[in-house]
């Protein structure tokens, strides 16, 4: 079984919707990141959380929001969907114990969104 | 200015070749660097870590120059299953060690 998993895979949606992508996680790591990835720009870091009760916003926070309801689970949430935010969702974890040079990070298998 | 900097490419190589790709980052106090491979329509995954030293892992050499701020990646004896996009990926070594992604370099290994 994956370590790092999500939910939906592949989503349609309309302009003005609010809709959820769930990530979930067996590595017991306690950081969780959410990035979004568009052609030409590489990854780009949406929020991060770094237990249950923390919570902080990334490079491109506008228009999401996110809850960390257990060390295991971190889902994204567009409130109101907008074609721009049609993209390949990444979730990751890492671990603070592996130490700074060795913290990497390992991701989910994406989330493809596609906003009408 | 974009603070991880790669060449997107394509690079068109015959199985067999030796390639490599360069990356520059505008961050002089990153602390950590790394490769990762990415598959069409499939997340990163670690390649390997770069130490200061550089540092092999069989066919895939890794080197850091933190004067000049570039990394490298030397690929020996191309394999066609080495087609994949290469993210360059430094980290910032603060409280939160957040990584930072270069738009990545794709390769194409052609028979």
């Known amino acids: 079984d994956a370590d790092v998993t999500q939910t939906p895979r592949n989503r349609i949606t309309k302009t003005g919707k609010r809709i959820m992508l769930e990530c979930s996680q067996t590595k017991g790591h306690d950081r969780m990141y959410w990035y979004r990835q568009d052609p030409g720009l590489g990854l780009r870091l949406i929020y991060y959380?770094?237990?249950?009760?923390?919570?902080n916003k990334g490079e491109i926070s506008d228009g999401y929001s996110v809850s960390r309801q257990a060390q295991a689970k971190f889902s994204l949430s567009l409130e109101s969907a907008i074609p721009n935010q049609t993209a390949l969702y990444f979730c990751?974890?890492?671990?603070?114990?592996?130490?700074?040079?060795?913290?990497?990070?390992?991701f989910g298998p994406g989330t493809r969104l596609l906003v009408l | 200015r974009k603070e991880v900097e790669q060449d997107p490419g394509p690079f068109n190589v015959p199985e067999g070749a030796t390639v490599a790709f360069n990356c520059t980052y505008s961050?002089?106090?990153?602390?950590?660097f790394f490769w990762y491979r990415q598959d069409c329509r499939k997340e990163p995954k670690l390649l390997m870590s770069?130490?200061?030293s550089g540092n092999e892992d069989g066919r895939f050499t890794a080197q850091l120059n933190r004067a000049s701020q570039y990394i490298s990646l030397l690929i020996r004896d191309s394999k066609l299953s080495d087609s994949a996009t290469y993210l360059c990926?430094?980290?910032?070594?603060?409280?939160?060690?957040?990584?930072?992604f270069g738009g990545g370099t794709r390769l194409m290994v052609k028979p």
């Open positions: 990926v430094v980290s910032n070594g603060g409280a939160g060690n957040m990584l930072t």
């Open positions: 959380s770094f237990d249950v009760k923390d919570i």
């Open positions: 990751a974890t890492s671990d603070r114990t592996s130490g700074r040079r060795r913290e990497t990070q390992y």
């Open positions: 770069v130490y200061s």
């Open positions: 961050n002089s106090a990153s602390q950590s």
